[in-house]
């Protein structure tokens, strides 16, 4: 059994950056070898993918809204994923969880992911 501890959110201006972290403790599987990814969710949304790293970072992706802006990062040593996100917008205001093994192919989808933190709140004014 995993848990997952996501940090960092708090109230930003437009503009601004914020990282989150997510660290991943507990037994079973090896960090290094899993997937990480990213989902955020909006009062009244569906929780929504916004990025993933595979291990080793070989392999990264992004929301439309998140390129160019998010940037997801792992360091394998202290068991942490993290989300740069730079030049927040209004819109990027959610709960944003990160999430770890990855079940299926779809790794946008919600339900192809194994464990989820309990999520950190970020909330962009203008």
């Known amino acids: 059994q995993l848990q997952l501890v996501e940090s960092g959110g708090r109230l930003v201006q437009a503009g601004d950056s914020l990282r989150l972290s997510c660290l991943v403790s507990?037994?079973?599987?090896?960090?290094?070898?899993?997937?990480m990814g990213w989902f955020r969710q909006a009062p009244g949304q569906e929780r929504e993918f916004v990025a993933v790293i595979h291990p080793k970072g070989a392999n990264i992706d992004y929301s439309d809204s998140a390129k160019g802006r998010f940037i997801v990062s792992r360091d394998d040593v202290k068991n942490t994923a993290y989300l740069q996100m730079n030049n927040l917008r209004r819109e990027d205001s959610a709960i944003y969880y990160c999430?770890?093994?990855?079940?299926?192919?779809?790794?946008?989808?919600?339900?192809?992911?194994?464990?989820w933190g309990q999520g950190t709140q970020v909330t962009v004014s203008s």
């Open positions: 999430a770890c093994h990855i079940t299926s192919l779809k790794y946008t989808a919600r339900s192809s992911w194994s464990y």
């Open positions: 507990g037994r079973g599987r090896t960090f290094s070898a899993t997937s």
